[in-house]
């Protein structure tokens, strides 16, 4: 499976992505999990409307990684989350806010809790109400 499966038959989508991303989280239900951080991989994957041609070469007319990322941040630094479905919710629902993004990807996995795997998390994929 491609990192990036493809989406619908919709209109044409510019793909801005983050990959990796790789935050200390407080997640879990547990009461060892309650007690400290954990490494929490993130990816997200959100489509743009699509420019016909070129266009001109200024970041105003696009979304930026830096920005998504800075609300990442923010959301995991801020709160407890019990699950990561909650938290995927969360940081898609403010994704969305960007009435530019029309489809928002996120997969977070926690990358220390089972020894043999190398990651188990969740991944979830959201459609703007404007699409």
Do not use: C
């Not at 619908?8 to 400290?36: C, H, M």
């Not at 940081?91 to 530019?100: A, F, H, V």
Request: charged share 25%; no cysteine; proline share 3%.
């Amino acid at each position: 499976m491609s990192f990036f499966p493809a989406w619908s038959n919709r209109p044409p989508l510019r793909r801005i992505f983050i990959k990796n991303l790789i935050l200390q989280a407080r997640i879990g239900v547990y009461d060892f999990e309650q007690e400290t951080t954990q490494r929490l991989q993130i990816n997200i994957s959100v489509g743009v409307t699509e420019d016909k041609g070129i266009g001109i070469d200024d970041l105003a007319r696009t979304v930026s990684y830096e920005d998504i990322t800075n609300q990442v941040k923010t959301i995991v630094s801020h709160t407890h989350f019990h699950l990561v479905e909650t938290l995927a919710e969360t940081i898609i629902e403010t994704i969305l806010e960007d009435k530019r993004i029309h489809v928002a990807r996120v997969t977070l996995e926690k990358l220390d809790i089972i020894p043999e795997a190398q990651g188990v998390g969740v991944e979830i994929e959201r459609w703007s109400k404007e699409v």
